[in-house]
């Protein structure tokens, strides 16, 4: 655990739960130990940070590459921060850079860590779920961990897009029940399987999250 780290679990964490006061529903569903990847929806910036406020455990995260290559005062506190959230540098793009970002979070997995994950690939612009990007159900039919599916509510009043400091807003989060996918082991090519699995996904989310559904993909967003 680095410096960072426990700082964020001992000091940071509580004193956020104390502030925010988020309403917690069915953190049991979070196996105490093994491998774990929790998919949730995405609403706003502090989504990445909501969730391990509530998580028993360390969750891990991937995050721009921009984050980690700052230059300068700034750009090493960005660096520091992100290293110690257990944010893991990806720079977006195809083929190489997916792959390597892929056999990270598998590597993270098989270490039997948690990892978070949000499957419309973005944060929504306009509060609505939109479909799943693919991504998370190779995942789990490569690393065969389990997917708890997570409902937030209410982070996108916390930090609106465009906002520069958080707000005191209530925050609901809710984790639904761990989803197995084992019986699809040794399909992950097969796009027909791996578009079903990240439908089931979605929708559990969507259950836990009372959103409206939009059937498209989420366009990038600036800073997601």
């Not at 257990?86 to 970002?101: K, L």
Request: proline letters at 6%.
């Amino acid at each position: 655990m680095t410096v960072l780290s426990a700082i964020m679990t001992r000091v940071v964490s509580p004193v956020a739960r104390m502030v925010y006061r988020p309403t917690v529903e069915g953190l049991e569903n979070i196996p105490g130990t093994g491998p774990v990847i929790l998919a949730a929806n995405h609403l706003s910036f502090v989504d990445s940070m909501i969730i391990p406020i509530v998580v028993p455990r360390r969750v891990y995260f991937l995050a721009k590459a921009e984050y980690f290559e700052g230059t300068g005062f700034r750009g090493a506190l960005s660096r520091w921060f992100f290293t110690g959230m257990g944010n893991i540098p990806v720079r977006r793009g195809q083929g190489r850079s997916a792959r390597d970002s892929l056999d990270t979070v598998i590597k993270v997995l098989a270490d039997g860590d948690a990892f978070g994950i949000y499957p419309e690939g973005t944060r929504s612009l306009d509060g609505m779920l939109h479909r799943g990007r693919t991504g998370v159900a190779r995942i789990a039919l490569e690393s065969g961990a389990p997917v708890v599916p997570i409902g937030l509510v209410g982070t996108d009043k916390v930090m609106a897009v465009g906002r520069k400091m958080p707000r005191i807003v209530p925050v609901t989060v809710r984790f639904g029940k761990p989803l197995d996918f084992s019986r699809y082991a040794g399909m992950q090519d097969s796009l027909p399987v791996l578009r079903s699995v990240t439908d089931q996904i979605v929708y559990n989310i969507l259950e836990l999250s009372g959103q409206d559904y939009v059937d498209n993909y989420q366009a990038s967003a600036t800073a997601a």
